[in-house]
């Protein structure tokens, strides 16, 4: 059964620390991983993604890496604000179409 | 671009009633996602679209559960008869690519629905 985890469940740090979240997948034969970021009472926002070809992507103080042989992405989030806080989402797609979600890190970064 | 538009924002009906959410995908995008999100069971994907056409559904729970797609620019989601358990953030997410999520999927801010 194709799996995404994520961990931790919950994280909170003051500000301007440097920040990984992790999520690991228990099928490697992806196609692509995309990480997501979700205001409460908000739709998703994509934030980075990247192909199965690849080993990472960045945006800003975002950065994504990606390990298919050991199922394991990480999204490094540098110099922590309050405007980060927020639910982060990893999300695994396979040849099926199909993307398949973690159950996601709530991120609260206070002053 | 006004991004994905879904309507109502929020439902509140009662058991038994027909539901019926509303998605306005962004113009030009080729794919067209439903997904629906408890806190039980996350994220998971009810139907695709690709080019109007439907390439599945497997994620559909029940017959109570159907989604149409008649043009390029309009999709509808409808539970009919609507029972508590339906209670959830419905969202639609629309992408370009030549089929599923191969591209950036954008997420439309989504419909709460409460079944009492």
């Known amino acids: 059964k194709q799996e995404v985890t994520q961990i931790p469940a919950a994280l909170s740090v003051p500000e301007g620390e440097n920040l990984v979240l992790n999520c690991s997948f228990t099928?490697?034969?992806?196609?692509?991983l995309q990480w997501f970021r979700q205001d409460p009472g908000k739709g998703l926002t994509s934030l980075l993604l990247?192909?199965?070809?690849?080993r990472e992507q960045t945006s800003g103080r975002l950065n994504a890496s990606l390990d298919k042989s050991s199922g394991r992405s990480t999204l490094y989030i540098a110099a922590s604000q309050p405007g980060d806080s927020a639910t982060y989402l990893c999300?695994?797609?396979?040849?099926?179409?199909?993307?398949?979600f973690g159950t996601g890190t709530r991120l609260q970064v206070f002053p | 671009d006004a991004g994905v538009i879904q309507s109502p924002r929020h439902e509140v009906t009662e058991m038994g009633q027909e539901v019926t959410l509303r998605c306005k995908p962004i113009?030009?995008?080729?794919?067209l996602f439903w997904y629906r999100q408890t806190m039980m069971r996350g994220l998971e994907l009810l139907i695709y679209?690709?080019?109007?056409?439907?390439?599945?559904d497997s994620g559909m729970p029940e017959d109570r559960f159907s989604a149409k797609m008649p043009n390029a620019s309009f999709s509808t989601l409808k539970i009919q008869p609507s029972e508590p358990r339906d209670s959830a953030v419905y969202f639609c997410?629309?992408?370009?690519?030549?089929?599923?999520?191969?591209?950036?999927?954008?997420f439309g801010p989504g419909t709460r629905l409460t079944v009492l």
């Open positions: 990247i192909q199965s070809s690849q």
């Open positions: 679209f690709n080019n109007n056409v439907p390439i599945d």
């Open positions: 113009s030009g995008h080729n794919s």
């Open positions: 099928d490697s034969a992806i196609y692509n």
């Open positions: 999300a695994v797609l396979y040849n099926t179409d199909k993307l398949i």
């Open positions: 997410a629309s992408s370009l690519a030549l089929g599923g999520g191969r591209d950036t999927q954008y």
